[in-house]
């Protein structure tokens, strides 16, 4: 986001020299400069065995559903993001987030830092803000997401780290 006014005490910013960014907006009062940073957020893909956690969230998208996912709040490690974010939005304990890479989204100045992560305990009690939630079977979850690319390239990624082959998973299931 470019500043173009204080959003302490509201007064016009102006530019200061910084080394690596050139001109930057600054507040002469607060003595801050502002800098055009995206706003991270976390897209989790929530791992069980066979299966992958997906949320319906209709706001999203119609006909898609999705991974988990959230802003990382001031004064928590982007790990911590990870777990209070699923516990949140799904009631269950995860544990160990394994970083898969990062996406910018420029509609919404999002820089999207996406993960997997693994089961431990607790049954799905979804909060207000999603539709629906369910457990999808590894050999689904792509066909599932239809409109979603991040999160299926996310899915592609957790594939190729856990050695799922969808392959020779379903001609085993034959
Ligand atoms: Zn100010």
Redesign the pocket.
Known sequence: MKYEY??????K?EKKYSYDEGDVPY????K?MFFDVPKPCVLVAVIKGQEILLLKQEYTFKDSKILVSGYVANGETVEETVVREVKEEVGIIVEKPEYLGSYYFKPKELIMLTFMVRYVSGEITKSQEVDEAYWVNMRDVLQEMNEDKVGKDVVKKVFKRIGYNEEKYLHKEK
């Open positions: 204080c959003p302490i005490c509201g007064k910013l507040c002469q009062k607060d801050i």
